[in-house]
Protein backbone atom coordinates (compact mmCIF):
# COMPACT_ATOMS: atom_id res chain seq x y z
CA UNK A 1 0.00 0.00 0.00
CA UNK A 2 1.47 3.16 -1.02
CA UNK A 3 2.07 5.26 2.24
CA UNK A 4 0.31 8.38 0.95
CA UNK A 5 -1.96 10.57 2.78
CA UNK A 6 -4.57 12.39 0.17
CA UNK A 7 -5.90 15.55 1.37
CA UNK A 8 -8.56 17.67 0.95
CA UNK A 9 -7.85 21.67 2.20
CA UNK A 10 -10.71 24.02 2.85
CA UNK A 11 -9.42 27.76 3.42
CA UNK A 12 -5.69 29.04 2.09
CA UNK A 13 -5.90 31.80 4.36
CA UNK A 14 -2.82 32.34 6.88
CA UNK A 15 -2.40 28.96 8.29
CA UNK A 16 -3.31 27.02 4.99
CA UNK A 17 -1.18 28.74 3.05
CA UNK A 18 1.53 27.88 5.54
CA UNK A 19 0.13 24.10 5.86
CA UNK A 20 0.41 23.96 1.61
CA UNK A 21 4.14 25.71 1.70
CA UNK A 22 5.50 22.90 4.24
CA UNK A 23 3.76 20.13 2.15
CA UNK A 24 5.44 21.57 -0.86
CA UNK A 25 9.17 22.24 0.79
CA UNK A 26 9.45 19.30 3.44
CA UNK A 27 9.42 15.81 3.43
CA UNK A 28 7.81 13.72 6.32
CA UNK A 29 6.97 9.56 7.23
CA UNK A 30 4.22 9.77 4.76
CA UNK A 31 3.57 11.28 1.46
CA UNK A 32 0.76 14.43 1.78
CA UNK A 33 -1.02 14.56 -1.53
CA UNK A 34 -3.36 17.71 -1.90
CA UNK A 35 -6.21 16.35 -4.36
CA UNK A 36 -8.61 19.57 -3.61
CA UNK A 37 -8.32 23.14 -2.40
CA UNK A 38 -10.99 25.54 -2.14
CA UNK A 39 -11.09 29.16 -0.62
CA UNK A 40 -13.90 31.65 -0.54
CA UNK A 41 -14.19 32.18 -4.09
CA UNK A 42 -12.32 28.97 -5.69
CA UNK A 43 -11.82 25.58 -6.12
CA UNK A 44 -8.63 23.33 -7.54
CA UNK A 45 -9.63 19.80 -8.09
CA UNK A 46 -6.55 16.94 -9.40
CA UNK A 47 -7.08 13.42 -8.82
CA UNK A 48 -3.52 13.02 -9.68
CA UNK A 49 -2.54 15.76 -7.06
CA UNK A 50 -2.40 19.96 -7.31
CA UNK A 51 0.50 21.39 -8.31
CA UNK A 52 0.94 23.19 -5.15
CA UNK A 53 3.67 25.66 -6.31
CA UNK A 54 1.04 26.92 -9.13
CA UNK A 55 -1.57 27.26 -6.94
CA UNK A 56 -0.05 28.81 -4.23
CA UNK A 57 1.70 31.39 -6.88
CA UNK A 58 -1.93 31.64 -8.49
CA UNK A 59 -3.46 32.41 -5.14
CA UNK A 60 -0.63 34.78 -4.63
CA UNK A 61 -1.24 36.63 -8.09
CA UNK A 62 -5.16 36.70 -8.31
CA UNK A 63 -6.36 36.18 -4.63
CA UNK A 64 -7.86 32.99 -5.75
CA UNK A 65 -6.84 28.92 -5.77
CA UNK A 66 -9.35 28.45 -9.09
CA UNK A 67 -8.39 29.16 -12.93
CA UNK A 68 -11.30 31.78 -12.74
CA UNK A 69 -13.98 28.97 -13.75
CA UNK A 70 -17.06 28.68 -11.72
CA UNK A 71 -16.08 28.02 -8.00
CA UNK A 72 -17.58 24.24 -8.03
CA UNK A 73 -20.00 23.79 -4.58
CA UNK A 74 -17.51 22.68 -1.89
CA UNK A 75 -19.81 20.09 -0.37
CA UNK A 76 -19.93 18.12 -3.54
CA UNK A 77 -15.85 18.86 -3.80
CA UNK A 78 -15.43 17.15 -0.41
CA UNK A 79 -17.78 14.31 -1.19
CA UNK A 80 -16.85 13.75 -4.26
CA UNK A 81 -12.87 14.03 -3.57
CA UNK A 82 -10.70 10.48 -3.87
CA UNK A 83 -8.92 11.85 -0.10
CA UNK A 84 -8.44 10.06 3.07
CA UNK A 85 -9.04 13.38 4.96
CA UNK A 86 -10.26 16.80 4.95
CA UNK A 87 -8.25 19.80 6.41
CA UNK A 88 -10.67 22.31 7.55
CA UNK A 89 -9.48 25.87 7.79
CA UNK A 90 -11.99 28.30 7.25
CA UNK A 91 -12.29 31.64 9.87
CA UNK A 92 -13.68 30.76 13.19
CA UNK A 93 -17.41 32.68 13.07
CA UNK A 94 -18.43 33.78 16.28
CA UNK A 95 -22.38 33.60 15.31
CA UNK A 96 -22.67 30.70 13.88
CA UNK A 97 -20.58 27.31 12.46
CA UNK A 98 -21.11 27.16 8.73
CA UNK A 99 -19.94 26.18 6.32
CA UNK A 100 -17.83 24.62 8.47
CA UNK A 101 -19.78 22.05 10.68
CA UNK A 102 -21.12 21.12 7.07
CA UNK A 103 -17.57 20.57 5.97
CA UNK A 104 -16.69 18.38 8.24
CA UNK A 105 -20.14 16.07 8.66
CA UNK A 106 -20.03 15.95 4.56
CA UNK A 107 -16.61 14.62 5.39
CA UNK A 108 -17.06 12.31 8.16
CA UNK A 109 -20.21 11.22 6.28
CA UNK A 110 -18.00 9.89 3.20
CA UNK A 111 -15.49 8.45 5.11
CA UNK A 112 -12.77 10.83 5.39
CA UNK A 113 -10.49 11.89 8.58
CA UNK A 114 -10.92 15.69 9.51
CA UNK A 115 -8.23 17.48 11.31
CA UNK A 116 -9.58 21.27 12.14
CA UNK A 117 -8.50 24.31 13.37
CA UNK A 118 -11.88 25.57 14.06
CA UNK A 119 -12.70 26.32 17.27
CA UNK A 120 -16.86 26.90 17.10
CA UNK A 121 -18.00 23.99 15.61
CA UNK A 122 -16.52 21.86 18.10
CA UNK A 123 -17.18 24.46 21.01
CA UNK A 124 -20.62 24.18 19.89
CA UNK A 125 -21.21 20.19 19.21
CA UNK A 126 -18.05 18.40 20.34
CA UNK A 127 -20.38 15.41 21.93
CA UNK A 128 -22.36 15.10 18.78
CA UNK A 129 -18.76 15.53 16.42
CA UNK A 130 -16.79 13.18 18.19
CA UNK A 131 -19.89 10.40 18.28
CA UNK A 132 -20.48 11.01 14.98
CA UNK A 133 -16.85 10.24 13.56
CA UNK A 134 -16.61 7.30 16.04
CA UNK A 135 -19.34 5.34 15.15
CA UNK A 136 -17.91 5.78 11.40
CA UNK A 137 -14.52 5.09 12.88
CA UNK A 138 -13.17 7.87 11.45
CA UNK A 139 -10.92 10.61 13.29
CA UNK A 140 -11.53 14.05 14.42
CA UNK A 141 -8.61 15.92 15.09
CA UNK A 142 -8.11 19.52 16.51
CA UNK A 143 -4.95 20.39 18.50
CA UNK A 144 -4.78 23.49 16.02
CA UNK A 145 -7.90 24.35 18.41
CA UNK A 146 -6.64 25.11 21.43
CA UNK A 147 -3.01 27.45 21.64
CA UNK A 148 -1.98 26.84 17.88
CA UNK A 149 0.84 25.36 17.59
CA UNK A 150 1.70 24.90 21.64
CA UNK A 151 0.72 21.23 22.19
CA UNK A 152 -1.40 21.97 24.85
CA UNK A 153 -3.76 18.57 24.11
CA UNK A 154 -1.53 16.41 24.02
CA UNK A 155 0.11 17.55 27.37
CA UNK A 156 -3.59 17.07 28.69
CA UNK A 157 -3.40 13.49 27.22
CA UNK A 158 -0.04 13.00 29.29
CA UNK A 159 -0.85 14.82 32.57
CA UNK A 160 -4.42 12.18 32.32
CA UNK A 161 -2.72 8.85 31.47
CA UNK A 162 -1.48 7.51 35.21
CA UNK A 163 -3.07 10.28 36.76
CA UNK A 164 -6.29 12.22 37.12
CA UNK A 165 -6.75 15.87 36.17
CA UNK A 166 -8.64 18.01 38.60
CA UNK A 167 -8.42 21.64 36.78
CA UNK A 168 -7.32 23.59 34.27
CA UNK A 169 -6.69 27.10 33.77
CA UNK A 170 -4.48 29.31 31.27
CA UNK A 171 -4.64 32.13 29.30
CA UNK A 172 -5.72 30.97 26.04
CA UNK A 173 -5.98 33.85 23.57
CA UNK A 174 -3.02 35.77 22.42
CA UNK A 175 -4.50 39.16 21.05
CA UNK A 176 -6.00 39.72 24.44
CA UNK A 177 -3.12 38.80 26.43
CA UNK A 178 -1.24 41.37 24.07
CA UNK A 179 -3.46 43.97 24.34
CA UNK A 180 -3.59 43.70 28.52
CA UNK A 181 0.39 43.35 28.08
CA UNK A 182 0.80 47.04 26.46
CA UNK A 183 -1.64 48.63 28.81
CA UNK A 184 -0.24 47.43 31.77
CA UNK A 185 3.89 47.22 30.85
CA UNK A 186 3.68 50.50 28.45
CA UNK A 187 0.82 52.37 29.60
CA UNK A 188 -0.97 52.38 26.54
CA UNK A 189 -5.03 52.85 26.15
CA UNK A 190 -7.48 50.28 24.72
CA UNK A 191 -8.23 51.45 21.44
CA UNK A 192 -4.55 51.90 20.82
CA UNK A 193 -3.06 48.48 21.77
CA UNK A 194 -5.89 46.97 19.70
CA UNK A 195 -4.87 49.02 16.84
CA UNK A 196 -1.37 47.37 17.32
CA UNK A 197 -2.46 43.91 17.36
CA UNK A 198 -4.23 44.27 14.27
CA UNK A 199 -1.33 46.14 12.96
CA UNK A 200 0.46 43.07 13.94
CA UNK A 201 -2.10 40.70 12.33
CA UNK A 202 -2.81 39.08 15.54
CA UNK A 203 -6.55 39.99 15.95
CA UNK A 204 -9.01 37.60 14.60
CA UNK A 205 -10.75 39.42 11.42
CA UNK A 206 -13.69 39.85 14.14
CA UNK A 207 -11.82 41.37 17.42
CA UNK A 208 -15.03 40.58 19.08
CA UNK A 209 -13.95 37.04 19.18
CA UNK A 210 -10.77 37.37 21.05
CA UNK A 211 -11.14 40.70 23.51
CA UNK A 212 -14.83 39.65 24.65
CA UNK A 213 -13.42 36.55 25.69
CA UNK A 214 -15.31 34.14 23.12
CA UNK A 215 -12.47 32.36 21.45
CA UNK A 216 -11.35 31.52 25.41
CA UNK A 217 -14.59 30.10 26.24
CA UNK A 218 -14.48 28.09 22.93
CA UNK A 219 -11.00 26.56 23.91
CA UNK A 220 -11.70 26.02 27.90
CA UNK A 221 -15.10 24.37 26.48
CA UNK A 222 -12.91 22.01 24.08
CA UNK A 223 -10.43 21.71 26.96
CA UNK A 224 -12.54 20.68 29.66
CA UNK A 225 -14.37 17.84 27.27
CA UNK A 226 -10.80 16.45 25.88
CA UNK A 227 -8.69 16.30 29.17
CA UNK A 228 -11.41 16.09 32.21
CA UNK A 229 -14.70 14.74 30.19
CA UNK A 230 -17.02 17.32 31.21
CA UNK A 231 -20.08 17.64 28.35
CA UNK A 232 -19.90 21.82 28.79
CA UNK A 233 -20.91 23.79 25.74
CA UNK A 234 -20.27 27.25 25.30
CA UNK A 235 -23.64 28.58 27.14
CA UNK A 236 -22.28 26.73 30.50
CA UNK A 237 -19.22 29.20 30.23
CA UNK A 238 -19.90 31.57 33.66
CA UNK A 239 -19.29 33.91 34.26
CA UNK A 240 -18.01 35.12 30.92
CA UNK A 241 -15.64 38.59 31.14
CA UNK A 242 -13.67 40.15 28.12
CA UNK A 243 -11.29 43.53 28.47
CA UNK A 244 -13.15 45.41 26.69
CA UNK A 245 -14.39 47.88 29.95
CA UNK A 246 -11.28 46.78 31.88
CA UNK A 247 -10.41 50.17 33.89
CA UNK A 248 -6.89 52.03 34.32
CA UNK A 249 -7.85 51.91 38.25
CA UNK A 250 -8.13 48.38 38.49
CA UNK A 251 -4.69 47.58 36.62
CA UNK A 252 -3.78 49.95 38.64
CA UNK A 253 -4.62 48.44 41.99
CA UNK A 254 -3.95 45.03 40.63
CA UNK A 255 0.06 46.63 40.12
CA UNK A 256 0.20 47.94 43.97
CA UNK A 257 0.10 44.30 45.07
CA UNK A 258 2.74 43.17 42.59
CA UNK A 259 0.00 41.51 40.05
CA UNK A 260 -1.38 41.85 36.83
CA UNK A 261 -4.66 41.52 35.34
CA UNK A 262 -4.92 38.30 32.79
CA UNK A 263 -7.61 36.96 30.80
CA UNK A 264 -8.02 33.33 32.67
CA UNK A 265 -10.14 30.80 31.64
CA UNK A 266 -10.69 27.92 33.83
CA UNK A 267 -12.43 24.36 33.75
CA UNK A 268 -13.23 22.13 36.84
CA UNK A 269 -16.66 21.67 38.06
CA UNK A 270 -18.18 24.39 36.04
CA UNK A 271 -16.08 26.45 32.98
CA UNK A 272 -15.31 30.38 33.73
CA UNK A 273 -13.46 33.13 31.27
CA UNK A 274 -12.68 35.71 33.83
CA UNK A 275 -10.20 39.04 33.94
CA UNK A 276 -8.19 37.89 37.23
CA UNK A 277 -5.42 39.54 39.34
CA UNK A 278 -2.55 37.24 38.64
CA UNK A 279 1.13 37.19 40.58
CA UNK A 280 4.08 38.18 38.43
CA UNK A 281 5.80 34.79 39.42
CA UNK A 282 2.78 32.75 38.38
CA UNK A 283 3.38 30.94 35.15
CA UNK A 284 0.11 32.09 33.96
CA UNK A 285 1.51 35.57 34.43
CA UNK A 286 2.51 35.69 30.53
CA UNK A 287 3.15 38.64 28.68
CA UNK A 288 2.75 39.43 24.73
CA UNK A 289 1.13 36.81 22.93
CA UNK A 290 2.30 33.91 24.62
CA UNK A 291 -0.34 31.36 25.91
CA UNK A 292 0.10 29.21 29.10
CA UNK A 293 -2.43 26.20 30.39
CA UNK A 294 -2.17 24.59 33.78
CA UNK A 295 -3.21 21.01 34.09
CA UNK A 296 -3.65 20.45 38.18
CA UNK A 297 -3.23 17.00 38.70
CA UNK A 298 -4.06 14.33 41.59
CA UNK A 299 -0.96 13.08 42.32
CA UNK A 300 1.85 14.67 40.56
CA UNK A 301 0.57 18.35 41.21
CA UNK A 302 0.86 21.13 38.93
CA UNK A 303 2.29 20.74 34.76
CA UNK A 304 2.05 23.54 33.19
CA UNK A 305 2.68 24.59 29.42
CA UNK A 306 3.58 28.23 27.79
CA UNK A 307 5.15 29.36 25.23
CA UNK A 308 4.09 31.50 21.36
CA UNK A 309 1.24 29.80 20.20
CA UNK A 310 -0.55 31.27 17.67
CA UNK A 311 0.55 32.61 13.55
CA UNK A 312 0.49 30.69 10.37
CA UNK A 313 3.74 28.48 10.94
CA UNK A 314 3.06 27.57 14.46
CA UNK A 315 -0.49 26.63 13.84
CA UNK A 316 0.19 24.79 10.60
CA UNK A 317 2.49 22.61 13.20
CA UNK A 318 -0.47 21.55 14.93
CA UNK A 319 -2.28 20.37 11.77
CA UNK A 320 0.53 18.58 10.54
CA UNK A 321 1.05 17.02 13.67
CA UNK A 322 -2.39 15.92 13.42
CA UNK A 323 -1.90 14.92 9.94
CA UNK A 324 0.65 12.55 10.49
CA UNK A 325 -1.23 10.87 13.41
CA UNK A 326 -3.78 10.03 11.26
CA UNK A 327 -0.98 8.59 9.17
CA UNK A 328 0.33 6.25 12.06
CA UNK A 329 -3.19 5.03 12.38
CA UNK A 330 -3.86 4.32 8.77
CA UNK A 331 -0.52 2.41 8.21
CA UNK A 332 -0.76 1.26 11.88
CA UNK A 333 3.12 2.44 12.52
N1 LIG B 1 -4.07 32.21 12.40
C1 LIG B 1 -3.81 31.62 13.58
O1 LIG B 1 -2.82 31.93 14.26
C2 LIG B 1 -4.72 30.55 14.09
C3 LIG B 1 -4.37 29.86 15.28
C4 LIG B 1 -5.20 28.82 15.74
C5 LIG B 1 -6.38 28.54 15.07
N2 LIG B 1 -6.70 29.27 13.95
C6 LIG B 1 -7.96 28.94 13.26
O2 LIG B 1 -7.62 28.42 11.97
C7 LIG B 1 -8.64 28.77 11.04
C8 LIG B 1 -7.97 29.47 9.85
O3 LIG B 1 -7.34 30.63 10.31
P1 LIG B 1 -6.57 31.63 9.34
O4 LIG B 1 -5.85 32.59 10.22
O5 LIG B 1 -5.83 30.87 8.31
O6 LIG B 1 -7.82 32.36 8.65
P2 LIG B 1 -7.79 33.29 7.33
O7 LIG B 1 -6.42 33.80 7.09
O8 LIG B 1 -8.90 34.26 7.50
O9 LIG B 1 -8.12 32.27 6.12
C9 LIG B 1 -9.38 31.68 6.01
C10 LIG B 1 -9.47 30.97 4.68
O10 LIG B 1 -10.78 30.40 4.59
C11 LIG B 1 -11.35 30.74 3.31
N3 LIG B 1 -12.81 30.79 3.41
C12 LIG B 1 -13.58 31.72 4.00
N4 LIG B 1 -14.88 31.39 3.87
C13 LIG B 1 -14.90 30.23 3.16
C14 LIG B 1 -15.94 29.41 2.68
N5 LIG B 1 -17.24 29.69 2.91
N6 LIG B 1 -15.62 28.29 1.96
C15 LIG B 1 -14.33 27.98 1.71
N7 LIG B 1 -13.28 28.75 2.13
C16 LIG B 1 -13.58 29.86 2.85
C17 LIG B 1 -10.74 32.09 2.98
O11 LIG B 1 -10.86 32.29 1.57
P3 LIG B 1 -10.20 33.57 0.82
O12 LIG B 1 -8.72 33.28 0.79
O13 LIG B 1 -10.83 33.52 -0.52
O14 LIG B 1 -10.56 34.76 1.63
C18 LIG B 1 -9.30 31.88 3.45
O15 LIG B 1 -8.56 31.21 2.47
C19 LIG B 1 -9.64 29.66 11.79
O16 LIG B 1 -10.74 28.91 12.18
C20 LIG B 1 -8.83 30.15 12.99
O17 LIG B 1 -9.65 30.44 14.11
C21 LIG B 1 -5.90 30.25 13.44
Known amino acids: MSREIRVVIVGLGTVGMSLARRILSERYTYG ?144 SNFILSEMQERGVGFESALGEAR ?50 ARMEKARRKGKRLRMIASADDGVSVKVEEVSEADPLCVRGTDNAVRFDCEFSGPRIIQGPAGGGDATSTAVLRDLLAIGRLRFGD
Open 199 to 248: RLGYAEADPGLDIDGVDSACKIVILADHVLGKGFTLDDVRPFEGIRGISR
Open 32 to 175: IRVVAAIDSKSAAVDDGGLNLRRVLLRKKRTGAIGDGAERPEPLAVIKEADADVLVELTPTDPAHTEPSLSHISMALSTGKDVVTANKMPLALHYRRLLADAESRGRALMYSACVGGGLPVLDLGDLCAQADEVTAIDGVLNAT
